[in-house]
């Protein structure tokens, strides 16, 4: 049984994507009998980058600790199953269809977002299954997110604050912290990352208003790399493993998943293992099969990346330090390429731009190439996909200069899909 023609189904009952409001999906709730009450104690993460990597984190940490976990994420590279992971599995196709079909029948046509819908399904599932905890992803913002009718978490995690989707969540850094802050609930424990000024006095303000207990990066916590792994002091002080996902910018990551890791009680061992043990595909992830690894030379390295914004482009030039690197670089028409890409161009020797086949979203590999020359890359061509990308950067590949597909996680699940 495939969810597939419903999911399809239920993308036309609303004429936007994102209308950002909670009448809806609390009016279904309401008629499933509110089952996001029923949940097993919930961590809420919100953020603007880190998110998906601090739940990978938190998971592999709580499992290790023998716990049964749920985890609600978006958006998805391959299936939608990825969405709604039940105890420790992805959901099944017959199990997702069959959710999927209660819920299209008792709202029977009503207007809802996609996002609202769906969610409303993971809510369904996780009540039904018994776990220990819930780790669940707000989708863009916080405020008005559906995931946030949660009315009291256990724990709640905010990720860093950069520019995303300002045309919903606002203009400003503060703006859009406000948005996520909206997720903090009075007497709620929250771990907060690495933060810009603007937004840490917007979570500081929140925490006191609330009021709620604030565990914040450079203040309550803080994490430092040492020649053998991460230096963590916090309520505790540990030293840990390098975390298993590459990049310096996941030693914050980490150290937020740490942070909730003490409010919830959890062993250093757990702690270190969910540095080793945790999976987030897309992210700085190396492919070793598939027509585009196979595509390159032998011993030259490709690498995949869903990063989209200014601070994951920030993020990224972390990771690439001092070496030159090649990219195959696509990105939907919402986000903007020069403000991604001036952080690594110092260090790109060649840049293929590409469409992302398939999206109707996609900018034209045209407007990518200009805003690559516009940030001072002089390598620059235009190709039709990331298969003649590939074509293209092999005759001069290098295996000390890795090569990273990246700009769009719309773009990663289409590579994973022939590559993963």
């Keep these: 049984m495939s969810a597939d023609p419903i999911?399809?189904?239920?993308?036309?009952?609303?004429?936007?994507?994102?209308?950002?409001?909670?009448?809806?999906?609390?009016?279904?709730?309401?008629?499933?009998?509110?089952?996001?009450?029923?949940?097993?104690?919930?961590?809420?993460?919100?953020?603007?980058n880190g998110k998906g990597s601090t739940i990978a984190y938190l998971r592999a940490m709580l499992e290790s600790a023998g716990k049964r976990v749920h985890v609600y994420t978006s958006p998805h590279l391959v299936s939608f199953n990825e969405r709604i992971r039940i105890a420790g599995a992805l959901i099944d196709d017959r199990g997702l269809a069959a959710i999927l079909e209660e819920i299209e029948r008792i709202n029977a046509g009503a207007p809802i977002t996609f996002f609202e819908i769906t969610t409303?399904?993971?809510?369904?599932?996780?009540?039904?299954?018994?776990?220990?905890?819930?780790?669940?992803?707000?989708?863009?913002?916080?405020?008005?997110?559906?995931?946030?009718?949660?009315?009291?978490p256990v724990a709640i995690?905010?990720?860093?604050?950069?520019?995303?989707?300002?045309?919903?969540?606002?203009?400003?850094?503060?703006l859009i912290a406000g948005e996520k802050a909206g997720i903090m609930k009075p007497g709620v424990p929250t771990a907060v990352g690495v933060q810009p000024p603007e937004a840490a006095a917007v979570f500081d303000a929140r925490g006191d208003e609330l009021p709620a207990p604030l565990f914040r990066h450079g203040r309550e916590w803080n994490i430092s790399p040492t020649g053998r792994g991460l230096h963590y002091a916090g309520r505790a002080v540990?030293?840990?493993?390098?975390?298993v996902l590459p990049g310096p910018h996941q030693y914050a990551n980490a150290g937020l998943a740490v942070a909730v890791a003490e409010v919830l009680g959890l062993d250093a061992n757990a702690m270190a293992a969910g540095m080793r043990e945790a999976q987030w595909p897309a992210r700085l992830q190396k492919l070793t099969r598939g027509p585009l690894a196979g595509a390159l030379p032998a011993g030259v390295p490709l690498f995949l990346d869903g990063g989209h914004n200014d601070a994951a482009g920030e993020a990224l030039a972390g990771w690439i330090g001092n070496r030159t690197i090649d990219l195959v670089f696509g990105m939907l028409s919402t986000k903007e390429p020069a403000s991604f890409l001036r952080h690594v161009a110092p260090r790109v020797r060649r840049l293929r731009a590409i469409p992302i086949v398939g999206e109707p979203l996609s900018r034209p590999a045209s407007e990518i190439a200009a805003a690559a020359r516009s940030v001072g890359i002089a390598d620059v061509a235009e190709s039709a996909d990331e298969n003649a990308a590939i074509v293209s950067l092999a005759a001069a590949a290098e295996p000390a200069v890795p090569v990273l597909v990246c700009g769009s996680l719309y773009l990663c699940g289409r590579v994973l899909a022939a590559n993963g």
């Design 238 to 243: 540990h030293d840990l493993p390098f975390p």
């Design 157 to 174: 995690a905010l990720a860093p604050i950069s520019f995303d989707h300002m045309q919903y969540l606002g203009d400003t850094l503060a």
């Design 120 to 152: 409303a399904a993971a809510f369904l599932a996780f009540a039904r299954t018994k776990a220990d905890f819930v780790l669940l992803e707000t989708g863009m913002g916080g405020r008005l997110d559906a995931t946030n009718l949660v009315r009291k």
């Design 7 to 48: 999911l399809e189904r239920l993308k036309t009952l609303h004429p936007m994507a994102i209308d950002m409001s909670l009448d809806r999906v609390r009016a279904l709730m309401k008629a499933l009998g509110d089952p996001q009450d029923a949940l097993a104690p919930v961590i809420h993460v919100a953020g603007t």
